[in-house]
C-alpha cells in the first residue's frame, strides 16, 4: 500500500508559466513533508520542506502548500525555467523521539518545461 | 563539505557473486539511510542507523542483504549471493536529527 502517492507521472509547462505539482499521503502520523529533485544520474537534491504545523513555506521560486485536512500537498514553481526540468519525488516523514525513521517517497512526477 | 559518498558508481556483477555497496555520510550526521530505486517500485527504504545503531531494517527485501555502520563515517551494503532482480540504483543518504537528509549520488548495480 502506497502511503505517498504522486499521481501525475509526467507534466508538461510552458516557460515562464506555473508548475503546480501534486501529492497525496495516507499516513496521518506524517507530520515532516518534503521535495526533492532528481536529475539523471544524479541522487535526489533537497528542494523545500514543510512541518505539519504550517500550511505554507516559500523559497524564491518554490511554494509548498500543505492541506492537513486533505492529506494533500503541493509544490508550485513560479515562473518556470528550463533548468526545472527533472523528476520531483515528494517525501514524507513522521519523526519519533527527536529521532530520524527515513523517509517515504512516491514514486515522482517528470516535469518537463517547454521553451 | 563532499556531501554523502558512495562507491561505486557503477557495478556489474555477475549471478551468484557477492556485492559490496559504501557509504561514507556527512560529517557530524548521525543517522544514514540505505534506498533502492527501481522502475517498478520507486524509492524504497532498506534499513537505516541512528548513531550507528540498526534501528530499522523491515525494508531490507532478504536475508541476501546485509548492512553494517562500523563507525559514523562508514556504512555498507552487502548482498550475497547477488540475483538479477537486485539490479536497480541503490543510494546512500546522512541527516542530522531528522533534518538536512542529503542523498550521495548512488550506485547502479547491474547483476547479469
Known amino acids: 500500500d502506497q502511503q505517498v502517492k504522486q499521481n501525475s507521472p509526467s507534466l508538461s509547462v510552458q516557460e515562464g508559466r506555473i508548475s503546480i505539482l501534486n501529492c497525496d499521503y495516507t499516513?496521518?502520523?506524517?507530520?515532516?513533508f518534503l521535495w526533492y529533485k532528481k536529475y539523471p544520474a544524479e541522487g535526489p537534491t533537497f528542494l523545500i520542506s514543510?512541518?505539519?504545523?504550517?500550511d505554507k513555506n516559500e523559497d524564491g521560486r518554490f511554494t509548498v502548500f500543505l492541506n492537513k485536512s486533505a492529506k494533500h500537498l503541493s509544490l508550485h514553481i513560479v515562473p518556470s525555467q528550463p533548468g526545472d526540468s527533472a523528476v520531483y519525488f515528494c517525501a514524507a516523514s513522521a519523526f519519533s523521539g527527536g529521532g530520524a525513521d527515513g523517509l517515504t517517497f512516491g514514486k515522482g512526477t517528470h516535469l518537463i518545461i517547454q521553451p | 563539505d563532499a556531501g554523502v559518498i558512495q562507491s561505486p558508481r557503477h557495478e556489474v556483477t555477475e549471478m551468484g557473486q557477492e556485492v559490496t555497496l559504501r557509504c561514507k555520510p556527512i560529517s557530524g550526521h548521525n543517522s544514514l539511510f540505505w534506498y533502492r530505486q527501481t522502475m517498478m517500485r520507486g524509492l524504497e527504504l532498506l534499513i537505516y542507523?541512528?548513531?550507528?545503531?540498526?534501528?530499522?531494517d523491515s525494508g531490507m527485501p532478504e536475508d541476501r542483504f546485509s548492512a553494517k555502520m562500523p563507525n559514523a563515517s562508514f556504512s555498507t551494503l552487502k548482498i550475497q549471493p547477488s540475483e538479477p532482480r537486485d539490479s536497480a540504483v541503490y543510494f546512500c543518504?546522512?541527516?542530522?536529527?531528522?533534518?538536512?537528509?542529503?542523498f550521495g549520488s548512488g550506485t547502479r548495480l547491474t547483476v547479469v
Open positions: 499516513n496521518s502520523m506524517f507530520d515532516y
Open positions: 543518504a546522512s541527516s542530522f536529527r531528522g533534518y538536512g537528509y542529503t
Open positions: 542507523f541512528n548513531n550507528n545503531v540498526p534501528i530499522d
Open positions: 514543510i512541518s505539519s504545523i504550517k
